[in-house]
């Protein structure tokens, strides 16, 4: 008499793993294409611009000879912080959301 056990599910779990693997390459793709682009932000109206990499680093800041008043400097200081956060915001913001789509929004540590 032959025993039958039934299916364990095993093709379940290499189809699991395969959709694992193929959602690592995908963020390992998005993760340098995000890296690559640019973000910019204004402030101030756009007298003052930024533009920041997917890394986060400043790429430029262009200040409109308009922002300069000698005797207020520190305007012109608040809307250059004001335009680098904006446009690292936007950097992070664009990498949450495309990340989030490719894991279906499943809270994965360090992604």
Excluded: C, W
């Amino acid at each position: 008499m032959k025993v039958r056990i039934p299916n364990s599910g095993g093709g379940n779990m290499n189809q699991m793993l395969k959709q694992a693997q193929k959602m690592q390459q995908d963020m390992a793709v998005l993760q340098e294409d995000l890296e690559n682009r640019e973000y910019s932000a204004t402030a101030g109206g756009g007298l003052v611009s930024v533009t920041v990499d997917g890394k986060h680093f400043i790429k430029s800041i262009k200040i409109n000879p308009e922002a300069v008043d000698t005797d207020d400097i520190e305007m012109l200081e608040d809307f250059i912080t004001i335009a680098v956060n904006e446009a690292v915001g936007n950097a992070v913001k664009t990498a949450e959301d495309e990340m989030g789509a490719i894991t279906g929004g499943l809270n994965i540590p360090g992604i």
